[in-house]
């Protein structure tokens, strides 16, 4: 049975910085696409950034040049580093995975694409 399972979310100041962890259980993750979503109070889930089994990256415009994620393939892990958060990156943060064969690109945006999902961990940006 494949488990994702989060850490690494919590309170901090606008500026700051969190790491988010998402550890794959299961199954190796080596040839998986990997990623990162995140769905505020009210609002819908929306991508964040994906992760080829190359190691390619895509980020969204919103995150870009303050997140960055990556992979540990060896640690069957994949990481969000979040530099620079503002308000508006509060939300819960969600670990997807989809298993070979990879995902194009273009199906990284949607949910609906992602076959496995982590429970998500609540990272609040406040003052």
């Known amino acids: 049975q494949v488990q994702l399972v989060e850490s690494g979310g919590g309170l901090m100041q606008p500026g700051g910085s969190l790491r988010l962890a998402c550890v794959v259980s299961?199954?190796?993750?080596?040839?998986?696409?990997m990623a990162w979503f995140r769905q505020a109070p009210g609002k819908e889930r929306e991508f964040v950034a994906a992760?080829?089994?190359?190691?390619?990256?895509g980020h969204a415009d919103s995150v870009k040049g303050r997140f960055t994620m990556s992979r540990v393939n060896a640690r069957n892990t994949v990481y969000l580093q979040m530099n620079n958060l503002k308000t508006e990156d509060t939300a819960v943060y969600y670990c997807?995975?989809?298993?070979?064969?990879?995902?194009?690109?273009?199906?990284?945006?949607?949910?609906?694409?992602?076959?496995?999902w982590g429970q998500g961990t609540q990272v609040t940006v406040s003052s």
């Open positions: 997807a995975g989809d298993p070979p064969p990879a995902l194009i690109r273009s199906s990284w945006y949607s949910p609906d694409n992602w076959e496995y």
């Open positions: 299961g199954s190796s993750i080596s040839r998986w696409s």
């Open positions: 992760i080829a089994w190359s190691g390619s990256t």
